[in-house]
């Protein structure tokens, strides 16, 4: 009982001190990202390793020894990208700069310290995970317009499957891309024929959707993620409000004066010829009974 006891005990002080350490960070392509490590404990610090756990190729992030960093054991893709927030690494300043984030960083990352007095092992002081920060948008709309969903990724970018989906919907699907072809068997039925990428195509990373004469029950969230060979994005998530459009709309009545007006003058205009008409007839009418008397 008491081995039990002490277990829960183990568990719940790793439980939180592993919920300490994690921390996720979204970025945007292009981005500098910070990634944090602080530890102000005492010692001199001899090694500070940033590893990827979720890569299977050997290397490291960033890794630094006694004086100096060493890019030759680094990823070849993190060449020239990390440094040192503060190279001084005052107060166990440890945190990293990762320039010009792009959607391959994506991924755990956690930073090793080994000191002159934690014995041969470094400890670790914090666990990151890096992830992309989807673009977000509000659009407007009213019924019968067609609205552009946006979702770009960068060129090049490898995409097995785009999936643009309503979570509140089931099927949820409002429109799916795999194997290299759209798939409109999966999309919700109201979404069929209604929703189809630019140019049937999605040249330039373009993955926004034209969704085709929208309706009030078009109103909510989509969300646009794409699933390359090893994980997935959340690339766009877009809250779309479809407003009736036309005459039960407060405002309306103008567009009905508007038409009311021509109406009358279209109105007008024809009686007025139909009366001209008529007086060249009775003229003519007239002419012949003058003649014939
Ligand atoms: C991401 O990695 C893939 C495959 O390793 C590569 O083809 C692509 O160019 C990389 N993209 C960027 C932006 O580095
Ligand atoms: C570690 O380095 C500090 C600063 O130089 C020194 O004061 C301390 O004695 C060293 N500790 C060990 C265990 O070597
Ligand atoms: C979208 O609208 C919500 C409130 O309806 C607002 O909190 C949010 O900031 C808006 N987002 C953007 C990107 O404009
Ligand atoms: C992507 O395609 C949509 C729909 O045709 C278009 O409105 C948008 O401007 C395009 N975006 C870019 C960056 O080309
Ligand atoms: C647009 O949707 C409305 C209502 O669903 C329908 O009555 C109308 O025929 C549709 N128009 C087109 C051009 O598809
Ligand atoms: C997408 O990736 C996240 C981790 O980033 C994972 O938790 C989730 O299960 C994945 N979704 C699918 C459908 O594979």
């Given amino acids: 009982m008491a081995t039990l006891k ?24 292009g981005d500098d990202v910070i990634l944090n490590c602080r530890d102000p404990s005492n010692g001199n610090i001899l090694v ?23 890019e030759q054991y680094q990823y070849p893709s993190f060449h020239g990208r990390v440094k040192l927030r503060d190279p001084q690494m ?6 990293v700069i990762l320039n010009h984030f792009s959607i391959n960083d994506t991924g755990t990352y956690e930073c090793y310290v080994g000191r002159n007095n934690t014995g041969s092992d470094p400890e670790i002081i914090n666990i990151i995970h890096l992830k992309v920060k989807a673009d ?12 552009t969903l946006p979702c770009h990724v960068p060129q090049n ?20 891309y795999k ?8 999309q919700h039925p109201s979404f069929k024929t209604r929703a189809e990428l630019k140019d049937g195509g999605m040249k330039d990373g373009n993955l926004s959707v034209i969704l085709k004469n929208v309706t009030i029950t078009d109103t909510g969230t989509y969300e646009c993620h ?7 994005h959340t690339m766009s998530i877009i809250n779309l409000d479809v407003h009736q459009s036309g005459h039960d709309e407060h405002g309306g009545d103008k567009d009905g004066d508007v038409g009311l007006t021509v109406t009358v ?22 002419k012949t009974q003058n003649a014939q008397l």
Avoid at 52 to 70: H, M
Avoid at 138 to 146: L, V, W
């Fill in 6 to 29: 002490w277990t829960l005990f183990l568990c719940l002080l790793i439980c939180f001190f592993t919920n300490g350490l994690t921390e996720e960070i979204q970025a945007k392509s």
């Fill in 48 to 70: 500070l390793r940033w590893i990827r756990p979720d890569l299977k190729a050997k290397g490291y992030v960033y890794f630094f020894r006694e004086s100096r960093s060493y």
């Fill in 90 to 95: 005052k107060d166990g300043d440890f945190s």
């Fill in 136 to 147: 977000q948008e509000n659009i407007t709309a009213k019924s019968g317009d067609h609205v």
């Fill in 157 to 176: 970018t490898q995409i097995l499957v785009v999936e643009w989906i309503r979570p509140d919907l089931e099927p949820e699907y409002v429109f799916l």
């Fill in 179 to 186: 194997n290299g072809q759209s798939h409109p068997d999966h």
């Fill in 226 to 232: 794409i699933y390359q060979s090893q994980r997935n």
């Fill in 265 to 286: 003058m279209v109105g007008v205009i024809v009686v007025m010829f139909a009366a001209g008409f008529g007086f060249v007839k009775y003229r003519k009418w007239k």
